[in-house]
């Protein structure tokens, strides 16, 4: 039994014209007016329909309100309160979940004699609550729209109705014009109004009707309510595959029908709630020529064949909709709404070729924006440099991450197994630019460090000496030197940083080391500014600095600046600064690091060069050398990487050690952002409150990393040291590298994997179950193969054996593991892990000086720390970085509430 | 989410105790066929498929034996074989042993909601045993009913008088079909299909009983009344694909989140925004389209950041064009859908390495020129090329320019931007593949 409607519908239809779809009248409820959508879309509906809404429902809510521009909409628990409250309405939204939908008709039907018209938003609504709500509804006179829809609106009364049709600006889609639109798709609804606008065509009401398979509104409802509606003198109607909405209609005005969707034929599962399944009659096509038939046409529309007629016709593609419809209105004598507004040609509001030759007819030329995005467009390209959205970096990190699968850090999208094959030098740009330097950046790099490496009478040595003195680890000692590298020390390099930014960031300056005139910049700057990059007298270092940087194959504009503010005289600080500017502009330029990254490249630039000069006793810094080479000569002639070996070994390296050094510092870059140095660098950003980030304390985050290193962490490496020299202390070995050593590896490994079989057999039978394990053997993840590898072993292992290199220290290892398995004291071959690998190759390097006495087992084991920290502090400084950029105030604590008392 | 075929049908018959016709599934022991045999004179294999395959018995797919050694036969050459329907192929995995039904009526019967009616409608005939599309319309009877009452026991019997149908099937059936409505309402069926009904006779009263001899369901995957059923999920399985099936656990009701893969071997992944878009973009993208995707209706950022992982996951690392499309978005938030995508390429770059992309962006809304920066500041970190452009672009005009796009990707454009990368190795590997194609 259905109420009577319109006469000519077998069952209940209430409208019977577009013009009573939405109205001024209407008095909307909202039901779950207070959820996450409706909260939004509400008061723009609201506001622009003049205040339609009467109130709305969430229960166990009522007294609280929803604030729109046009007045506060009451809450209420239930429709029934809110009726008993005196509202009255005659339409109802509903945005409940899925699963409540049902109810809330029956709740809104119920209570509500008065009801005429329901719009329900929800999508996913199931098939068996749709079918109960038809027959609600029909047996009590209720038109619905949805669900799964958009709503209703119409242009000439200024009203909109449920869902989010014309999004938070309505009155840019629904312009006052003669063309009613029905759409099965909610965002084609007023992508079709905004297209119409482009020929003159405005709208009357615009329907997005859901496509569920329960269509309440349907075409059929829809062209008899055109019919008696006297504004709308056309149609456009958006019609996907699936269900038989479309059979049998009349049309009686002219429209076009735009029919989507060819492709779901092919499906062998329905899409959508509605969808058709390949061989079913309600598939696009055979849509398109139900509407061909009513058109009298014999094809599809497009701009190259024209086809339609006075009645109508079909376009297969949106883009065709303004322009087969002006055509059938000509035909039928009827202009256009308005001029036309805007129009459909590609308009490009960002682009980038990323350094590609992009074929011409490709290479889409960015325009200004219709406004007002054009102004919001020229306001963000204003911002110079990456901004990252803030959020807690507790235990994340947007610059390292291991995979879980590989025990392979990367560090920026390198892996440290890639890094490990570049220069310390080139790791710390890395770490900071997210990219490598080219030859010259790698070059001023080097100029950069090494011109701070020299601390002679620096209190930063002087500090760390005391430390040392006091019998402090290494890692303690550094961190005395970074708590004196404050940010006063570093004060006049940010400055000149600071102003460099400020007088180019809008010049147009891409490439720093191309050409560039600068030269009206130049003349804007005050005598104040350039007393600010000019040097003091006698300040030969800087002569020295840029005497190198000037011999340089390569050209830097930042340099060339200063040189000429300055007549050829600037700071040591000054061209530090200039370096860093020249290194980071690019990166800054396309948005790979922060503004405040670049003006803070010159205090890491110090720290760095503080870590490896205090790594060494005051005495060896003197008026001009370090460790007892000449600074000049540090200067014009090493690389940044051969000053940390000749600081830590006291010699510089040969270019096998070189290798081999760079490669322990790249392993040991990073292991991610839960290790505990990585923890202390971030801690140190929090508690600074990176949330202004110019406040955070970028020494004092090194200290954190620093005073988070320690005798297991960091200083552990020495174990397999001292095990190997254990082995080899008496055995007559000269030369580590040489494959002719005449020891007998395979004998060794054998006799002490027979000896540790009784020693392990022993302690176990004595219940000691803390015996000594073997160190830098197994992996928790690299294990229960027959024969097992830690890949990032077998890649150093590889590349040695590519570059001819031997290590013996390594080579017993892979005896040992063989050997522990054959007298079975492992049940598999097992690894010889990434540690042992740091290991051997620290111990080659020093065991020269072990066996001449010149080192120490000491300062072995200081050496190895000390390793570890010099490679650790690449990936920390990304780390501090990406903290600064990305994190919230404190963002480390753990709540109180997750931590434990144990008692 | 369909199911075909007796051996989990008549367990669901069961429930309504509708009665069905003996069936043994692949496990049958020869005992066990031979007694089936024994009882019912001959018995029907049939393969079993997962979902809908049309028709197996014009196919040639459904074997009969009245003996073992014959049945045996059959079971082999049927238990995986292969059938291929439209553009699917499937495969077998095991049969059924149905043991016959002797009848001198066939009937077809079944429950879905019409879209001519509105309504929950019973189709039925008592030409069964046939394709209903192969019958006069004067010989089927479609009957709409009132969901809140149900079917009821005088539809079937009018609708049978109305045809014409024998005296002594009415009754019976009149008494068993609307059992099928309690099964149809109560477990989130969308289609209930018995064909046929064999109308056999009681060999203890003589009467006639209906029997079901093969069953048809799909169930409706936004009622979560079907899990009711404890239907084992292996059954639906098959209806998706593994990168399918991943997005799908991500189905919640707040944003779209439909997926289907059209072309495995695709060059243009994109990510579409509205159901409109999604139905447009794909028809113009062809086979060129990995997938085809609706992720509107403004879903949350952290939903929008996994599928966007799963998207790249199974598809990136062989697309020319990330091409991101909408209209002009009435209510997702841009800004929020476009950071999540961004976040979600930057970790896919971080974890897999650079993949040569260009990437494309058609899309209007709220938080627009916010989110359009955001994904342009990510896509220059990652050094990719890109070209975004707003909503008053043609949408089929942007996807005109994706497909180019691709075209010169796949000549040379991949090439191009490793080799730019340094990632001198790949670059050569690409080239080689595309001389060889």
């Known amino acids: 039994m259905h109420k009577e409607g319109v006469k000519k519908f077998p069952y209940y239809v209430g409208i019977n014209s577009l013009a009573e779809v939405a109205t001024r009248e209407d008095r909307v409820c909202v039901l779950n007016i207070l959820g996450t959508e409706s909260r939004t879309v509400t008061p723009v509906s609201h506001e622009f329909s003049g205040g339609n809404v009467v109130f709305g429902t969430s229960p166990g809510r009522s007294g609280q309100a929803l604030e729109t521009k046009v007045g506060a909409i009451p809450v209420f628990n239930s429709v029934r309160e809110g009726i008993e409250a005196g509202h009255k309405f005659d339409t109802a939204v509903i945005y409940l979940p899925p699963a409540g939908v049902k109810d809330g008709v029956a709740e809104v039907v119920r209570f509500n004699p008065d009801l005429r018209k329901i719009v329900i938003i929800t999508e996913k609504v199931p098939v068996h609550d749709a079918r109960i709500i038809r027959a609600i509804c029909q047996t009590n006179g209720v038109d619905i729209f949805g669900a799964n829809c958009l709503g209703i609106a119409d242009a000439w009364n200024k009203v909109r109705i449920g869902g989010a049709l014309g999004g938070s600006k309505p009155e840019e889609s629904l312009v006052k014009g003669s063309i009613a639109i029905y759409s099965n798709s909610g965002n084609f609804t007023t992508t079709i109004a905004v297209y119409l606008l482009t020929k003159g065509w405005g709208t009357t ?3 997005s009707s859901g496509k569920d398979v329960y269509i309440h509104f349907a075409p059929r409802e829809f062209f008899n309510a055109l019919d008696n509606d006297e504004r709308s003198k056309g149609a456009v109607v958006y019609i996907e595959p699936g269900g038989y909405y479309e059979a049998d209609l009349e049309i009686n005005k002219p429209t076009v029908a735009c029919v989507v969707g060819r492709w779901k034929a092919r499906l062998t599962k329905a899409c959508g709630h509605a969808g058709s399944l390949a061989g079913s009659g309600d598939d ?14 014999d094809g599809i529309y497009t701009p190259e064949k024209p086809i339609y007629s006075k009645k109508g016709a079909v376009v297969t593609n949106i883009a065709h909709i303004p322009e087969a419809l002006t055509k059938v209105m000509e035909l039928n004598g009827i202009e256009p709404d308005f001029e036309p507004r805007g129009d459909l040609s590609l308009k490009c509001w960002f682009s980038s070729n990323a350094g590609l030759p992009l074929p011409q007819d490709l290479d889409i030329k960015t325009v200004r924006a219709i406004s007002p995005y054009g102004e919001q467009i020229e306001e963000v390209n204003k911002q110079i440099g990456a901004m990252y959205p803030r959020q807690s970096m507790k235990d994340a990190s947007g610059a390292s991450m291991m995979d879980p699968a590989t025990q392979v850090t990367k560090l920026h999208g390198v892996s440290v197994l890639d890094a490990s094959r570049r220069s310390l030098e080139e790791n710390l740009v890395m770490s900071l ?72 960031q809008y010049s147009g300056l891409k490439d720093p080391t191309g050409d560039f005139d600068f030269s009206s ?24 600095v840029l005497k190198k940087i000037d011999s340089l194959e390569g050209k830097s504009v930042f340099i060339e600046f200063i040189k000429s503010a300055t007549q050829g005289k600037p700071s040591l600080d000054a061209i530090l600064s200039a370096i860093w500017m020249t290194l980071g502009w690019e990166a800054l330029m396309t948005k790979r690091i922060s503004r405040n990254t670049i003006l803070m490249l010159p205090w890491y630039s110090r720290i760095f060069s503080t870590m490896v000069g205090a790594s060494v006793p005051a005495k060896k810094h003197t008026k001009d050398s370090f460790c007892g080479v000449k600074c000049k000569e540090l200067i014009e002639e090493w690389g940044f990487t051969e000053s940390t070996f000749l600081a830590l070994i006291g010699r510089k390296p040969t270019d096998v050690e070189l290798f081999e050094f760079s490669m322990l510092l790249g392993l040991l870059i990073s292991n991610g952002p839960g290790t505990i140095s990585a923890q202390g660098c971030k801690g140190g950003v929090s508690a600074d409150g990176p949330e202004s980030p110019q406040r955070v304390q970028i020494n004092k985050a090194f200290v954190g990393f620093l005073t988070h290193t320690g005798f297991a962490h960091g200083g552990n490496g020495y174990e397999a040291i001292e095990f190997l020299i254990e082995r080899f202390r008496d055995r007559d070995l000269g030369n580590p590298s040489d494959r002719n050593h005449g020891i007998d590896l395979k004998k060794m490994a054998d006799e002490y994997a027979s000896w540790y079989k009784n020693y392990k057999a022993e302690q176990k039978a004595i219940g000691n179950i803390d015996y000594m394990k073997i160190p830098c053997v197994n992996h928790p993840v690299f294990k229960g193969k027959p024969v097992n590898y830690d890949p990032r072993e077998r890649f150093v292992k590889e590349l040695f054996d590519e570059k001819g290199i031997y290590n013996i220290f390594h080579d017993f290892y892979l005896h040992l593991v063989q050997a522990l398995f054959d007298a079975r004291v492992t049940p598999n071959v097992w690894c010889v892990n990434v540690d042992a690998v740091i290991a051997v190759i620290l111990l080659k390097i020093v065991w020269d000086a072990y066996k001449k006495g010149s080192m120490t087992e000491k300062e072995i084991e200081n050496a190895a720390f000390t390793t570890f920290l010099f490679g650790r502090m690449i990936g920390c400084a990304a780390e501090i970085d990406d903290h600064i950029n990305r994190g919230r105030n404190m963002d480390t604590r753990t709540p109180a509430s997750q931590c434990r008392f144990v008692g | 989410m369909q199911l075909t075929g007796l051996l989990w049908g008549h367990r669901l018959l069961k429930k309504v105790e509708f009665p069905s016709a003996e069936v043994l599934g692949p496990e049958a022991s020869v005992d066990e066929i031979k007694a089936l045999i024994q009882k019912c004179g001959e018995v029907f294999i ?103 009452t149900g079917l009821k026991s005088y539809h079937v019997s009018n609708a049978l008088e109305d045809l014409g149908a024998p005296r002594e099937i009415i009754s019976p059936l009149v008494q068993n079909l609307p059992k099928l409505w309690t099964l149809y309402n109560n477990y989130g069926f969308s289609l209930i299909e018995l064909n046929p009904i064999r109308m056999s006779p009681d060999p203890r009263s003589g009467r006639l009983v209906p029997v079901a001899c093969d069953f048809k369901a799909s169930f409706d995957i936004d009622d979560p009344a079907w899990k009711r059923l404890e239907l084992p999920p292996h059954l639906f399985a098959s209806d998706y694909s593994e990168f399918e099936q991943e997005i799908n656990q991500l189905r919640t009701y707040q944003g779209q989140s439909d997926v289907f893969v059209i ?50 996951k199974y598809w990136l690392r062989q697309s020319n064009v990330l091409f991101i499309i909408g209209g002009k978005a009435n209510n997702t938030d841009i800004y929020e859908t476009f950071r999540a995508m961004a976040d979600a390429l930057r970790e896919y770059f971080h974890k897999n390495g650079p993949t040569p992309l260009f990437v494309v962006i058609g899309r209007g809304g709220p938080n627009l020129v916010r989110g359009m920066a955001y994904m342009r500041d990510t896509l220059d970190t990652l050094r990719l090329p890109y070209r975004i452009f707003g909503h008053d672009s043609a949408m089929s005009e942007v996807v005109n320019y994706a497909m180019k796009i691709d075209d010169w990707m796949q000549k040379e454009g991949r090439r191009m931007l490793l080799e730019k990368w340094g990632v001198v190795d790949r670059a050569r590997e690409e080239l080689k593949e595309y001389v060889a194609t």
Do not use: C
Not at chain 1, 284 to 297: D, L
Not at chain 2, 61 to 79: M, N, V
Not at chain 2, 89 to 117: L, N
């Open chain 1, 205 to 207: 009401t615009s329907i």
């Open chain 1, 284 to 297: 696009a096509r055979a849509k398109e020529k139900w509407f061909m038939e009513y058109f009298g046409v």
């Open chain 1, 521 to 544: 910049i130049l003349k804007g700057l005050d005598g104040e500014k350039k007393r600010l990059l000019k040097a003091d007298k006698g300040d030969t270092l800087a002569q020295t």
């Open chain 1, 433 to 504: 630019l997210k990219d490598y330097p080219s030859d010259y950046g790698r070059a001023l790099a080097n100029v950069a460090f090494n011109a701070y490496l020299n601390l002679h009478n620096d209190i930063t040595v002087l500090a760390s000496d005391a430390a040392r003195e006091a019998e402090n680890s290494p890692n303690t000692v550094l961190s005395t030197a970074l708590s004196v590298l404050g940010k006063g020390k570093v004060k006049g390099a940010v400055e000149v940083s600071t102003l460099l930014l400020e007088l180019f």
């Open chain 2, 263 to 312: 072309n495995p071997h695709g060059t243009i992944t994109a990510p579409t925004f509205g159901g409109g878009a999604n139905a447009l973009v794909t028809e113009l993208l062809g086979e060129r389209a990995t997938i085809s995707s609706d992720f509107g209706g403004n879903p949350p950022y952290e939903k929008m950041f996994q599928i966007s992982r799963i998207v790249f």
């Open chain 2, 46 to 148: 049939k393969p079993i498929f997962k979902g809908g395959v049309g028709k197996k018995g014009k196919a040639g797919l459904i074997g009969r034996a009245k003996d073992i050694e014959t049945a045996l036969r059959e079971k082999e050459r049927l238990y995986f074989v292969e059938h291929t329907f439209g553009n699917t192929k499937t495969k077998a995995d095991g049969v059924t042993f149905e043991g016959a039904v002797p009848a001198q009526h066939e009937v077809y019967f079944s429950i879905t909601d019409s879209t001519v009616y509105r309504a929950p409608t019973m189709t039925i005939t008592h030409h069964g045993g046939v394709d209903i599309e192969e019958l006069p319309k004067d010989k089927i009877a479609q009957v709409p009913f009132d969901p809140l």
